[in-house]
């Protein structure tokens, strides 16, 4: 019988959620972070018409999709790659950049990819103590070890939601060593556009990257289209390990047309934040702990293991599936993605009922 290569061997499968809705019972996904709206009307109509052309190769460049990008972001400086979402490109830059010989690092409750990455790139995965659940720049510095290559940061984070701001990112990258490649994951990012904060013009001049995707605010998780700005020369090497085609024509076509659609994504968005944050007060309100969050998710804290695993199973037994976060290092704590008002009202409903029935 043939075994992997020793390092493929050792990984654990990454963890995705698991939904199966007991008898009886209607299946509410809230563990995946997908949007509470279908994508733009304009993208669902490209995307149609681009499937008369389905027996072609799509464009290996995205040209039109990397152009309308650089126009709207206003990017002038470093090179536009596409990928089959940004886990794509967080695995290739990985490939890419570390190794037996060099080291990733990221915050302690980092997205639980970024450590999949590394290991599938044979690279030793580090980690930083995170202030609460809010990453710690000095302590990311103090981590950094000779060997080094890579700090993933996402920023909004997930699983926590919560930020830090710009000026933080700019200490980091300005305070550690040169040669140290800095990935910052705005995946959520749109979220978080209105404070004026994404780091695009980081990347000019330095060893940085600034990813994003289209899977969240624009609604197209299913076509997978992740993106990010980097440095020309470090394009070039990523572009080496990156597979040829890897984003259907279709979806190319849907998220031009997403993009070009702010209207649409801006009104995702803010609906998305009105019901997150009215959820957040109604969990409060019965003492159920919640973060912050500048996202389209919120991260509860039941402060226990069990009593997480306990509410997450009478979630489940109602049909609701929230994600348990021990991945991250927080067994304490579920994972909710914003839905509908009616959707969230449900789950409220049946958390204070689960918490009614677990209080002495």
Same mark, same amino acid.
């Given at each position: 019988? /043939?075994?992997?290569?020793?390092?493929?061997?050792?990984?654990?499968?990454?963890?995705?959620?698991?939904?199966?809705?007991?008898?009886?019972?209607?299946?509410?996904?809230?563990?995946?972070?997908?949007?509470?709206?279908?994508?733009?009307?304009?993208?669902?109509?490209?995307?149609? =018409?681009?499937?008369?052309?389905?027996?072609?190769?799509?464009?290996?460049?995205?040209?039109?999709?990397?152009?309308?990008?650089?126009?709207?972001?206003?990017?002038?400086?470093?090179?536009?790659?596409?990928?089959?979402?940004? !886990?794509?490109?967080?695995?290739?830059?990985? #490939?890419?950049?570390?190794?037996?010989?060099?080291?990733?690092?990221?915050?302690?409750?980092?997205?639980?990819?970024? #450590?999949?990455?590394?290991?599938?790139?044979?690279?030793?995965?580090?980690?930083?103590?995170?202030?609460?659940?809010?990453?710690?720049? &000095?302590?990311?510095?103090?981590?950094?070890?000779?060997?080094?290559?890579?700090?993933?940061?996402?920023?909004?984070?997930?699983?926590?939601?919560?930020?830090?701001? =710009?000026?933080? !990112?700019?200490? !980091?990258?300005?305070?550690?060593?040169?040669?140290?490649? !800095?990935?910052? &994951?705005?995946?959520?990012?749109?979220?978080?556009?209105?404070?004026?904060?994404?780091?695009? &013009?980081?990347?000019?001049?330095?060893?940085?990257?600034?990813?994003?995707?289209?899977?969240?605010?624009?609604?197209?998780?299913?076509? #997978?289209?992740?993106?990010?700005?980097?440095?020309?020369? /470090?394009?070039?090497?990523?572009?080496?390990?990156?597979?040829?085609?890897?984003?259907?024509?279709?979806?190319?076509?849907?998220?031009?047309?997403?993009?070009?659609?702010?209207?649409?994504?801006?009104?995702?968005?803010?609906?998305?934040?009105?019901?997150?944050?009215?959820?957040?007060?109604?969990?409060?309100?019965?003492?159920?702990?919640?973060? &912050?969050?500048?996202?389209?998710?919120?991260?509860?804290?039941?402060?226990?293991?069990?009593?997480?695993?306990?509410?997450?199973?009478?979630?489940?037994? =109602?049909?609701?599936?929230?994600?348990?976060?021990?991945?991250?290092?927080?067994?304490?704590?579920? #994972?909710?993605?914003?839905?509908?008002?009616?959707?969230?009202?449900?789950?409220?409903?049946?958390?204070?009922?689960?918490?009614?029935?677990?209080?002495?």
């Amino acid at each position: 019988m /043939i075994r992997p290569v020793p390092h493929v061997q050792a990984m654990a499968p990454y963890a995705l959620a698991k939904m199966e809705a007991p008898p009886g019972a209607s299946l509410l996904s809230l563990s995946q972070n997908e949007s509470l709206r279908p994508p733009s009307p304009a993208a669902i109509a490209a995307s149609s =018409k681009a499937l008369m052309d389905g027996a072609l190769y799509p464009d290996p460049d995205w040209s039109e999709l990397r152009e309308n990008l650089l126009s709207h972001f206003m990017i002038s400086a470093g090179e536009v790659l596409c990928g089959n979402g940004s !886990l794509d490109l967080i695995g290739c830059i990985a #490939r890419t950049y570390s190794g037996s010989d060099r080291a990733v690092l990221a915050p302690e409750h980092a997205y639980p990819f970024f #450590r999949s990455a590394a290991q599938m790139a044979g690279a030793r995965f580090d980690t930083a103590p995170e202030n609460g659940v809010t990453v710690s720049v &000095d302590n990311l510095l103090g981590a950094v070890r000779p060997d080094t290559a890579i700090v993933f940061v996402a920023n909004p984070g997930n699983p926590t939601g919560t930020r830090i701001p =710009k000026s933080e !990112l700019y200490r !980091l990258r300005s305070e550690m060593p040169d040669d140290v490649l !800095l990935v910052i &994951d705005e995946a959520y990012g749109e979220f978080a556009d209105h404070i004026g904060e994404s780091c695009f &013009d980081m990347v000019a001049g330095t060893n940085t990257i600034v990813l994003r995707t289209f899977s969240k605010a624009y609604g197209l998780a299913g076509c #997978r289209v992740g993106w990010g700005v980097f440095p020309e020369f /470090i394009a070039s090497e990523v572009q080496k390990v990156m597979n040829p085609n890897n984003i259907a024509s279709a979806s190319q076509v849907a998220a031009y047309a997403a993009l070009s659609d702010q209207e649409y994504m801006r009104e995702t968005c803010a609906l998305t934040a009105s019901i997150r944050d009215a959820t957040a007060e109604q969990l409060r309100d019965v003492g159920i702990n919640v973060f &912050d969050s500048s996202t389209n998710f919120l991260l509860i804290d039941f402060f226990d293991a069990k009593a997480a695993q306990s509410a997450d199973s009478f979630l489940r037994s =109602k049909g609701a599936f929230l994600r348990p976060q021990s991945g991250a290092g927080l067994p304490h704590m579920l #994972r909710m993605t914003v839905g509908s008002e009616e959707a969230m009202e449900t789950v409220v409903d049946n958390l204070k009922n689960w918490r009614e029935e677990n209080t002495p």
